[in-house]
């Protein structure tokens, strides 16, 4: 009975535990592989890195480092630059040349009739000789008017400005005044014409010289017209104007009629009016 036993001990079974231990290391490894690939798998799907087994981490250790690049480099934000302000400064006289043509035409011919008026103008008053003296050049005298003399201004207009160079302007003014020697009766002069240069500098218009006088040339009064009325614009006018005289009138394209006559008028001073009757 013992020497049963000790023949059974004698002799180990090598080759199966040999057999059955390397089905166990296959096996084993079969699984790590799963578990590798589904980690892989997963971490290609969601875009994560995912750290490997411990098995892989050791061969990973042991293979040759692969280079990893850098991460970019932060590009640095550059704040917004600061409006750049340029501080205010004087008008120059090229810069009032940059204004418009018309603008600095009007200033020129606005100042021309006031400095006619008051070139003009003598009432024996202080303050209009001080405005005259400022509105003239100042190495040219103010004008002389007899004692007792006096002017009136009748009426002043710029005819035409011509720019004769950057902020010079010639103007020419259509005027007509009264003159009452030692005090009698005004005397009514004909309209003459008064060329004025003006220029119009950061100071403002002002005039260069004395100005050019010349008379006027009258035009030759032409005829109207007249025509004889049919009765019934006749009629419409008597009507209208009972106390007024028919003196003619003239047919319009449109059919009315532009009729002429003598109005008396405030004082029973009589003057020629004009007046559109439609038949």
Do not use: C
């Not at 043509?101 to 020129?108: G, I």
């Not at 006088?213 to 614009?233: C, K, Q, S, T, Y």
């Amino acid at each position: 009975m013992d020497e049963k036993r000790d023949e059974v001990y004698e002799r180990i079974p090598w080759e199966t535990l040999e057999k059955s231990g390397n089905d166990r290391q296959w096996w084993v490894m079969g699984i790590a592989a799963a578990v590798v690939a589904g980690a892989l798998g997963y971490s290609f799907v969601s875009n994560r890195p995912v750290a490997p087994p411990a098995a892989v981490a050791a061969e990973q250790a042991t293979a040759s480092p692969v280079p990893v690049p850098p991460p970019p480099a932060a590009v640095p934000t550059v704040p917004p630059a600061a409006p750049v302000t340029t501080p205010p400064q004087a008008v120059a006289e090229a810069d009032l040349y940059a204004v418009p043509p018309d603008a600095l035409r009007s200033q020129a011919s606005a100042f021309a009739e006031w400095f006619v008026s008051e070139y003009l103008t003598a009432d024996g008053s202080a303050d209009g000789s001080a405005t005259l003296r400022s509105l003239l050049p100042a190495d040219l005298p103010l004008p002389e008017v007899p004692d007792g003399t006096l002017t009136f201004v009748e009426w002043v207009v710029a005819l035409d400005v011509i720019e004769a160079g950057p902020g010079r302007f010639e103007v020419e003014v259509l005027a007509r005044y009264m003159v009452a020697p030692g005090g009698e009766a005004y005397e009514r002069l004909e309209p003459e014409i008064f060329t004025v240069t003006v220029v119009v500098d950061e100071s403002g218009p002002h005039a260069v010289g004395a100005p050019r006088i010349r008379p006027v040339d009258l035009p030759a009064a032409g005829a109207v017209g007249f025509v004889e009325l049919p009765p019934e614009v006749l009629d419409a006018v008597t009507e209208l104007r009972p106390d007024s005289t028919v003196v003619g009138g003239i047919s319009n394209q449109d059919g009315s009629w532009t009729v002429s006559l003598m109005t008396v008028g405030p004082g029973g001073v009589e003057r020629p009016e004009s007046m559109v009757v439609v038949p």
